[in-house]
């Protein structure tokens, strides 16, 4: 079993739509990193956090430490939000990472 | 914009020939690390440094080799290329002060190997 897991592995919208990506993890861990993947390969980190939620524009990423696991939220989501959403959690001085999410929202 | 760069950006080989993957940076950081990416993996490790001539295994290290005799440049070496290695590549940096550091990482480009 893959310590870190997301769900669902592909999600397919329309524009507009809300969006929801789950992350769950089994291990310890210091903090949890959301990254988008674009088509064209490059990776950028979207948030990192250990605690509560953070907000930067539409995107919203939440953590709950004792359930272990964390949701990426897109809202008024929109066909240049189509991507690849990866998670990873930094535990024993390691980067686990998660298989990603292919998001596809269709005009 | 980390100023991370990654050459080359494409690269054809046949089974057998060595191949070398240079990654750049500009803002002198101490951490950096070689990952692949396949379908249905995440980003797996392969190589990492922690400083010049510094470097550790990653979980995938078999058949890869690294080099960091400058700070701004890490090397990925494949010394007899196999198809498995058909993948790409991703450097990335760690801006962070030591390696429990909750930091994000920033990545270069990638390079999309293709081993015939």
């Known amino acids: 079993k893959n310590e870190v897991e997301q769900s669902p592995q592909n999600l397919t919208a329309q524009e507009g739509e809300f969006i929801t990506i789950n992350c769950s993890y089994s291990?310890?861990?210091?903090?949890l990193h959301w990254l988008q993947q674009h088509p064209g390969g490059g990776i950028v980190s979207l948030f990192m956090?250990?605690?509560?939620?953070k907000k930067h524009g539409r995107l919203i990423a939440t953590i709950n430490i004792q359930e272990k696991h964390s949701s990426l939220h897109i809202t008024a989501s929109h066909p240049r939000d189509s991507a690849v959403y990866i998670c990873?959690?930094?535990?024993?001085?390691?980067?686990?990472w998660g298989a990603g999410t292919k998001l596809i929202i269709k005009p | 914009d980390a100023g991370i760069t990654q050459s080359p950006r494409h690269k054809v080989t046949e089974t057998g020939t060595p191949v070398t993957l240079r990654c750049h940076q500009t803002?002198?950081?101490?951490?950096m690390y070689w990952y692949r990416q396949d379908p249905g993996h995440g980003l797996r490790l392969i190589h990492y440094?922690?400083?010049?001539?510094?470097?550790d295994k990653g979980e995938v290290s078999d058949g890869y080799s690294v080099s960091r005799s400058k700070t701004e440049d890490f090397l990925l070496t494949l010394e007899s290329a196999t198809s498995s290695q058909t993948s790409v590549y991703f450097c990335?940096?760690?801006?962070?002060?030591?390696?429990?550091?909750?930091?994000?990482?920033?990545f270069g480009p990638g390079t999309r190997l293709t081993v015939l």
């Open positions: 990335a940096i760690n801006p962070g002060r030591g390696p429990s550091a909750a930091n994000e990482q920033f």
């Open positions: 440094s922690y400083g010049v001539k510094d470097t």
């Open positions: 990873a959690v930094r535990s024993n001085y390691q980067l686990i």
């Open positions: 956090l250990s605690s509560g939620k």
């Open positions: 803002e002198n950081h101490r951490y």
């Open positions: 291990v310890g861990i210091s903090a």
